[in-house]
């Protein structure tokens, strides 16, 4: 809960008084209801604001359940491991083959369960019982898994053995054969022997046996089978240790049977809702499934995950449960980098764990899923390697989605290295130098972010050749330094064609900026003829198709970067863009591009024009860049968007940015960036400006708050202290600033953080 601090502090005494908030007290406000939108939380309170004051959201009094965060002593970074680049989501898929009381991860059930998601499985559970299946049985849902472009968890189960019996070479011919077949197999696997042992269920369950499967015994079997994968040379497996979310049975601990971290790859853990469908069961929620293990397992420094879970619709509300727990997932439980759905009915004997036993709950679970964008593996070249579906997959979706692929390009993420996660800009008007040229000032900066409630990472520039020169630009680079962000410079080189700059006519000028830039030292991304296959601009190739043929405008491109390293400037990322569509004899969408070696960033422009123009009319998000993004993915390059916006007039601009957020995941993996064109022109084009409609500001925010804000990568540890400064102090909360980036001294540590002093007075530390 917040602290506040209430004595005069002195820096000599070293002493400070802190009490804390609780609703009802006179420290702080109460909100007036419970129903109060939750701004942020601070250590189990929620915070709101009424009437532009803080206040205290009330919490339930009929329940005293409080969260506990995470044991103070373990890390709550982020782990990713080294398969996959984000959270991952999975899933076991119940079937009618083999067994009808153990079905399987045939390839109709995996189409199906895709279907019904609407997205690609970067997990394909399996359970493997040693007793019944061999290697050559297993084999085959490997190939399904393969077809499908997903990965394999095994869960390797040793019916009948004990630890014991692992440990004594009773399993080691069934061993051996896994051994040799996946070592020949050669695509990674992940194997999850001996899971649950702190139950009572298994053969190899400590409560069932707490002699032969004494917690140790378990965790020296666990080696036992890594060694002997290890002996075989086997190089493509990653092991993956499993406590159940609860102890059943004398012995049992969370963590006691962990074999240590040489022989564990991940750590994960299994745990369900039962709801009712028990009679010893009543309704939990996720927190209350997961919380204590999840507390317990995080002083393993592993990437975690949750192997098997589900909830009943019995006793509560399923999609209610699943919204939940994608709501506290980021604060509760940090860690999590991955969800493995464990999708079969089981009325009589469990519960109905189908995530299909009602539409709620299906639409819950896509819903919290669209939040991520589709996790990408990563090879050993650290390139991403891009699903592959099945013609049974493929078709499925094709009857299924309304959700189209890109055609026949790559869906892999390509982030580029600036910034870590998806990034959020705009081009911000205002009424400075020219009244039909407005420009990025401090006060439409800030505008812009009071606007968007979020900091902006990408601050977005014009500057035409013909009237801005290089002391008028680098006064909106200092705004751009000044608030944190990176600035996108849209160099226009009017009145110049193609043919211009390579006969040398803009050189003077280029040179101007190529010391300039040099001098000043901070990253800027330059972004040079844009929308060549436009028909509006003097380098368009739909204007002048002779000086501006599109090999020209290549070439005019390489020219630029080549007298910027002739120049030795290596501050500088360039963006090569295309129009969403061609205007123009000889303009096609990738004609322009000048080659791989000369572009850090792809990137796309596009506007819904709505009905604002008697040849326009409303188009959605998709049908405005669907054509230019299918055309670029062929280029392994980092894309975003680079220009865009919607009119109001034709449709509904909230209900377009909505629907874009809501796509972007499946029909776009690849954009990393939006950069928003916030100008109103109502009378030559459209009211671009974000704020047109109260419903618009709020689709775009809270789109935006699907996204971590994003980090610079490469920036210095100050930069990057600036950068959370100025995105969220956490010291403010209480009345006091945050120390400057150099202050790391920590005078007191209490729960919400570190506090050093400056003039006499306390700070916080980041």
Not at 210 to 226: G, H, P, S
Not at 227 to 232: M, Y
Not at 311 to 318: D, M, V
Request: with cysteine.
């Amino acid at each position: 809960m917040f602290m506040k601090l209430v004595n005069a502090l002195t820096v000599a005494g070293l002493f400070v008084t802190r009490s804390y908030a609780k609703c009802l007290s006179e420290e702080f406000l109460c909100c007036s209801g419970s129903n109060v939108e939750v701004q942020y939380t601070d250590n189990n309170e929620s915070w709101g604001i009424e009437n532009g004051i803080r206040c205290l959201i009330k919490q339930d009094e009929s329940s005293n359940e409080i969260v506990q965060p995470a044991n103070q002593s373990s890390s709550t970074d982020v782990i990713y491991g080294d398969t996959f680049d984000s959270m991952f989501f999975g899933a076991w898929v119940g079937g009618d083959e083999v067994l009808p009381e153990y079905p399987q991860p045939n390839a109709k059930n995996v189409a199906a369960f895709e279907a019904v998601q609407g997205r690609h499985l970067d997990i394909i559970h399996h359970f493997v019982i040693w007793q019944y299946n061999d290697w050559e049985w297993t084999r085959n849902y490997l190939d399904v898994a393969k077809a499908n472009g997903s990965l394999m968890m095994i869960t390797w189960m040793p019916t009948p053995y004990t630890a014991q019996d692992i440990l004594d070479g009773k399993g080691d011919e069934y061993i051996d054969t896994f051994v040799k077949g996946i070592k020949s197999y050669g695509e990674e696997i992940w194997l999850r022997p001996l899971h649950e042992s702190n139950g009572d269920w298994y053969t190899w369950c400590t409560g069932k046996d707490n002699i032969n499967n004494a917690e140790e015994k378990v965790a020296a079997a666990f080696r036992y089978l890594v060694k002997k994968f290890r002996e075989g040379n086997v190089t493509n497996v990653k092991w993956v240790w499993t406590t159940n979310n609860g102890n059943s049975g004398e012995g049992t601990t969370l963590t006691g049977s962990y074999p240590g971290d040489d022989f564990v790859d991940y750590i994960s853990i299994d745990g369900y809702n039962f709801g009712t469908a028990q009679s010893w069961s009543s309704w939990s929620t996720f927190e209350e499934v997961f919380r204590d293990a999840y507390d317990a397992i995080s002083k393993f420094q592993k990437p975690m995950f949750i192997a098997e879970f589900s909830s009943s619709e019995l006793g509560g509300n399923k999609a209610e449960w699943i919204s939940e727990m994608f709501r506290i997932l980021p604060e509760r439980f940090p860690r999590i980098i991955g969800l493995v759905w464990f999708s079969e009915s089981k009325p009589d004997n469990e519960g109905d764990w189908a995530i299909n036993t009602s539409e709620a709950a299906v639409e819950a679970w896509k819903k919290g899923m669209n939040a991520y964008p589709q996790a990408n593996r990563k090879n050993s070249n650290n390139s991403i390697e891009k699903p592959v579906e099945t013609n049974e997959v493929a078709a499925f979706k094709s009857v299924s989605s309304d959700v189209a692929p890109a055609s026949s390009a790559t869906t892999s993420v390509i982030m580029g290295d600036t910034f870590d996660s998806m990034f959020f800009g705009a081009w911000v008007g205002g009424d400075e130098v020219l009244p039909e040229y407005p420009q990025p000032n401090a006060k439409n900066v800030a505008a812009f972010e009071a606007v968007q409630g979020r900091h902006l990472d990408i601050i977005h520039h014009f500057v035409i050749w013909q009237y801005n020169d290089w002391e008028w630009t680098r006064n909106y680079l200092d705004v751009a330094k000044a608030n944190g962000s990176l600035m996108m410079i849209t160099w226009m080189p009017t009145p110049y064609t193609a043919q211009d700059i390579l006969d040398g006519k803009g050189d003077e000028y280029i040179d101007t900026f190529v010391k300039g830039i040099k001098s000043y030292g901070e990253e800027i991304w330059l972004r040079p003829l844009h929308e060549s296959n436009g028909d509006w601009y003097t380098w368009c190739t739909g204007k002048d198709n002779i000086n501006n043929a599109e090999e020209k405008v290549a070439t005019a491109f390489r020219y630029l970067v080549k007298k910027f390293r002739e120049g030795n400037v290596n501050n500088v990322k360039w963006v090569w863009t295309t129009n969403n569509g061609n205007s123009g004899e000889g303009t096609t969408l990738t004609g322009s591009y000048p080659g791989d070696d000369f572009v850090d960033y792809i990137s796309i422009d596009g506007y819904n024009f709505g009905t604002a123009q008697s040849w326009s009319s409303w188009s959605t998000f998709e049908e405005v860049f669907r054509d230019a993004y299918d055309a670029i993915s062929k280029f392994q390059k980092p894309m975003f968007i680079a220009e865009f916006s919607s009119s109001e007039l034709g449709g509904n601009k909230a209900e377009w940015i909505s629907e874009m957020f809501h796509i972007l995941p499946e029909r776009f993996p690849r954009i990393i960036g939006l950069v928003w064109f916030s100008e109103s022109k109502p009378d030559n084009e459209g009211d671009w400006a974000i704020n047109t409609s109260e419903a618009a500001v709020e689709a775009w925010k809270k789109g935006m708050s699907a996204y971590p804000p994003a980090k610079r990568i490469g920036s210095s540890e100050t930069q990057n202290i600036k950068l959370a400064m100025k995105e969220e102090c956490w010291s403010e909360k209480f009345g006091y600033k945050c120390c400057s980036p150099d202050n790391k001294v920590v005078v007191e540590t209490d729960i919400n953080g570190k506090w050093g002093t400056e003039n006499g007075n306390w700070c916080g530390i980041f």
